[in-house]
């Protein structure tokens, strides 16, 4: 009884020394929270992995250690990052044959590459079990290397996406502000949503944003209007504008940064990256 009581004094003290020195913020410091984010929308051509690439690039500017990582067969990500073709990629791994094996583009930003190999993927992998978490397993190990991991989503929601949302802590959608963006996008809804139930109960829509943005055209200023109502405080405010040096860049295997720095492109993934980087302080708070 007497030890029960001394032990329980001395558990009080701790509590209230660790509160005054404020422990959790110390403890979250030393701990690398990495964020793993999809960034998906089912539909082709609305700017997804422009946004990775960019925004990758405006997070490692900023002083984060960035993970990108090439999820669709297409392989347009790998080739605008100027990589052709790479022994290590997502396909062999995912097949077993290797682990995820980073590449480095350039201080802070890596990437895992994909190829046109991948396209057989889902069928090849639709038999074997726990299919729906070979690639969650293979990124555990270097997980925490990073603060940002994005991954650019197929224009599918068949196996390869529904393992980068298992994945996933996060899912940000880039819309065009075309006239019927935002009717397809109950689809991706409802395949969150089944994830949310039977694979990843941590997965959130944490972000949605507008690219190819034209502030001049009415109909674009309508449809940000509509995604503020839909999705609320989801909804980032920087606008991602219509940007010829973003559409460039690619062919020279180059990042907007590395292409033209004092771009609109580069000013605007850059105030995105700020933009979600406040975000992360909200979210350590919370943990
Ligand atoms: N903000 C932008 N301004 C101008 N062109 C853009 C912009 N974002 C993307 N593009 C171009 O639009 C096309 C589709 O973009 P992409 O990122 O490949 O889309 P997705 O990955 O969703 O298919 C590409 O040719 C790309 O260069
Ligand atoms: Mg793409």
New binding site residues.
């Given amino acids: 009884m007497f030890f029960y009581t001394i032990n329980k004094k001395c558990y009080l003290y701790l509590l209230i020394i660790l509160k005054k020195y404020n422990f959790n913020k110390l403890f979250i410091k030393t701990t690398k929270m990495s964020r793993v984010i999809s960034i998906s ?1 089912h539909k ?8 990775v690439v960019n925004l990758g690039a405006a997070f490692a500017n900023l002083k984060k250690k960035v993970l990108l990582i090439d999820m669709d067969p297409q392989a ?1 990500m790998t080739v605008s990052l100027g990589i052709e073709e790479s022994e290590n990629n997502i396909y062999k791994a995912l097949k077993g044959e290797q682990n995820l094996t980073p590449i480095k583009i350039y201080k802070n930003l890596d990437i895992i590459a994909s190829t046109l190999d991948l396209s057989g993927a889902e069928t090849e992998l639709s038999a074997e079990a726990g299919r729906e978490y070979i690639f969650g397993e293979l990124l555990e190990p270097i997980r925490n290397n990073y603060d940002y991991i994005i991954i ?1 989503c197929p ?1 599918s929601l068949g196996l390869l996406t529904v393992n980068a949302f298992t994945a996933s802590d996060e899912i940000f959608i ?1 819309i065009q502000p075309h006239y019927l963006a935002i009717k397809g996008l109950t689809k991706i809804l409802e395949v969150v949503n089944k994830i949310k139930k039977r694979l990843n109960r941590n997965l959130e829509i944490t972000g949605v944003f507008v ?2 943005f034209d502030r001049r055209k009415i109909l674009h200023k309508d449809i940000y209007e509509t995604i503020i109502t839909y999705f609320q405080d989801r909804v980032f405010r920087t606008q ?5 040096a ?2 460039e860049a ?1 062919s020279a295997g180059l990042d907007i940064f590395r292409y033209d720095a004092k771009s609109n ?1 580069a000013d605007d993934y850059t105030y995105l990256a700020k933009e979600i980087i406040r975000t992360d302080k909200k979210k350590n708070k919370n943990a």
């Fill in positions: 929308n082709g051509g609305v700017g997804k992995t422009t946004s347009n650019d224009p880039p690219t190819m991602i504008r219509e940007n010829i973003l559409a690619p492109g």
